[in-house]
T-cell receptor, first 112, second 116 residues
């Protein structure tokens, strides 16, 4: 089967750095995405990793280790507006084609 | 570029009633998804279309849920009859993906369904 695990909640202080981890188990792993969702809003795409290593986009970076079935999202210089839920999502390939499976999400609270 | 449109934004019905949701994806996006998101959980895929064909409906409760994508553009999702546990946000998303690996999905604002 397929499963993703990420912490349910993380709290950090404004200006700090926070890392949200995601471990996955799938039969046909292809890539890992991250989405942000504010309360009452729609998920929005943040990043995608298909190869091992770090991808940087402004204050956000995403890392993937395929051998460890592990990835993380790194948020730097935290701002209050970063308070939201963050979902990792696995892109899985099987005989039926490609499928995206979302994790349960990590709720990030940024304190002043 | 216009985003993914959904209507209605909110719907309150009683159990055993029927309800329909509408989605218009971003122009040119071949793939359309319907997700169910229960409060505090991640989006759960109900059905995935590529153009007007169904790619994956393995998690769609077919005894009560149905979906169609006419002419490969907009789509409707119907629940008949609704149950209390169907209370959730129904998200529509679209992507350019045509069977490719990378799949950036663009989500609509969702329809918040409350079943009483």
């Amino acid at each position: 089967g397929q499963s993703l695990e990420q912490p349910s909640e993380v709290t950090a202080v404004e200006g700090a750095i926070v890392q949200i981890n995601c471990t996955y188990q799938t039969s046909g792993f292809y890539g890992l995405s991250w989405y942000q969702q504010h309360d009452g809003g729609a998920p929005t795409f943040l990043s995608y990793n298909a190869l091992d290593g770090l991808e940087e986009t402004g204050r956000f970076s995403s890392f993937l280790s395929r051998s460890d079935s592990y990835g993380y999202l790194l948020l730097q210089e935290l701002q209050m507006k970063d308070s939201a839920s963050y979902f990792c999502a696995v892109r899985d390939r099987n005989t039926g084609g490609f499928k995206t499976i979302f994790g349960a999400g990590t709720r990030l609270f940024v304190k002043a | 570029e216009a985003g993914v449109a959904q209507s209605p934004r909110y719907k309150i019905i009683e159990k055993r009633q029927s309800v329909a949701f509408w989605c218009n994806p971003i122009s040119g996006h071949a793939t359309l998804y319907w997700y169910q998101q229960i409060l505090g959980q991640g989006p759960k895929l109900l059905i995935q279309f590529q153009n007007n064909g169904v790619v994956d409906d393995s998690q769609l409760p077919k005894d009560r849920f149905s979906a169609e994508r006419l002419k490969g553009v907009d789509s409707t999702l119907k629940i008949q009859p609704a149950k209390l546990e169907d209370s959730a946000v129904y998200l529509c998303a679209s992507s350019l993906a045509k069977g490719s690996g990378r799949d950036t999905q663009y989500f609509g604002p969702g329809t918040r369904l409350t079943v009483l």
